[in-house]
């Protein structure tokens, strides 16, 4: 079957260090992935989106990376700041034509001052 | 300040009970998700729709879910009857379309006792 992967355990890191987040997935062949944060009581909100050509993408603090041999997207917070701490969700759209939009369960960071 | 707009933003209501949540999206946008999000499945897509037609509803139990979009402006999701299991947060989202992200709502949170 077809599944989205993240770890369910928190995260929890001091302020300042590299934050990683992991999101594997299975059975699927996208075209892009979407990182997406949800603080408590909010929807998502979205961060970043890779494509399956590129490697790595930057966004000030954020980094993303995707290895389709792998299957697996990382998803880097540098000089973490406590105002990071939410879930992190990782999502596919495995058509590639923005029909659907499938998420992982998401990752909880804490970042502790 | 574009958003999508979800009423009510809290439901609760006996089983049995027919309960319609509403949702407004941004102005413009021509793709509409519906998503559920509990603890223990995490968001799960129910339904969407692009220029007002419903592509797949291939989440949603059929016998007593139901989504509509009775104009741009408008989407509805509606439970009859509503059972305890519904119990959850319900997203919408909106999106351009294409490889954009999707822009989701505040949700309503639905209890059913």
């Known amino acids: 079957s077809q599944k989205i992967e993240q770890n369910s355990e928190a995260l929890n890191i001091q302020e300042g260090k590299t934050a990683t987040l992991t999101c594997n997935y299975t059975n699927y062949s996208p075209a892009y992935l979407q990182w997406y944060r949800q603080d408590p009581g909010r929807g998502p909100v979205f961060l970043l989106l890779?494509?399956?050509?590129?490697k790595e993408k930057r966004k000030e603090r954020l980094k993303v990376t995707f290895d389709t041999t792998l299957k697996q997207s990382l998803f880097h917070i540098t000089a973490s700041q406590p105002a990071d701490s939410a879930t992190y969700l990782c999502?596919?759209?495995?058509?590639?034509?923005?029909?659907?939009?499938?998420f992982g369960s998401g990752t909880k960071l804490n970042v502790k001052p | 300040d574009a958003r999508v707009t979800q009423t009510p933003r809290d439901k609760v209501t006996e089983m049995g009970q027919e309960v319609t949540m509403r949702c407004q999206p941004i102005?413009?946008?021509?793709?509409v998700f519906w998503y559920r999000q509990t603890m223990m499945q995490g968001l799960e897509l129910l339904a969407y729709f692009r220029n007002r037609a419903p592509l797949d509803d291939s989440g949603m139990p059929k016998d007593r879910f139901s989504a509509e979009m009775p104009d741009a402006t408008l989407a509805t999701l509606k439970i009859q009857p509503s059972e305890p299991r519904d119990s959850a947060v319900y997203f919408c989202?909106?999106?351009?379309?294409?490889?954009?992200?999707?822009?989701f709502g505040q949700g309503t949170r639905l209890t059913v006792v």
């Open positions: 999502a596919l759209d495995p058509a590639g034509n923005f029909n659907k939009f499938y």
């Open positions: 890779i494509r399956e050509n590129e």
């Open positions: 989202a909106s999106a351009l379309g294409g490889e954009t992200e999707a822009f």
């Open positions: 102005l413009g946008h021509n793709t």
